[in-house]
């Protein structure tokens, strides 16, 4: 007997996101460097979550309800950048409109943050 919950030992029963359990191959344990934006990304969830902005489940939310296709398209602090911004809006933090001018503000500076690119218009 285990206690797995039901829906992980039925593949019929499992979503796209529920992986516990599932092969994925090797994990790569080496050290790499990160790009400053995926440095940022990490500050700013450390900074948000500690402030009570919201909180590790509105971030699997937001994870989840993105679709397969988005999360496979997207790399990993993509991803958690989307869902940050997500739950900032839904907090009240800024709105959409306000992101939208300081991303145009960015952009007319033309500074680069590394691989992510600010043109995807999926943020």
């Given amino acids: 007997m285990t206690d797995a919950p039901e829906s992980s030992l039925d593949p019929a ?4 996101h529920d992986m516990g359990g599932l092969p994925a ?6 050290e790499h460097d990160y790009a400053l934006w995926e440095k940022r990304v990490d500050a700013l969830m450390v900074l948000t979550t500690g402030k009570g902005l919201f909180t590790v489940d509105g971030l699997r939310r ?4 993105m679709g397969e296709e988005s999360f496979a398209a997207m790399t990993y602090y993509e991803r958690w950048i989307h869902a940050v911004n997500r739950n900032l809006i839904e907090a009240g933090a ?3 409109e306000e992101l939208a001018r ?22």
């Fill in 102 to 123: 300081k991303l145009a503000e960015v952009r007319a500076r033309g500074e680069d943050y590394g691989a992510c690119s600010l043109d995807r218009g999926d943020g």
């Fill in 25 to 30: 191959g090797p994990v790569d344990p080496a």
């Fill in 13 to 16: 029963l499992r979503q796209w």
């Fill in 94 to 96: 800024y709105t959409t």
């Fill in 62 to 65: 937001v994870l989840e309800d």
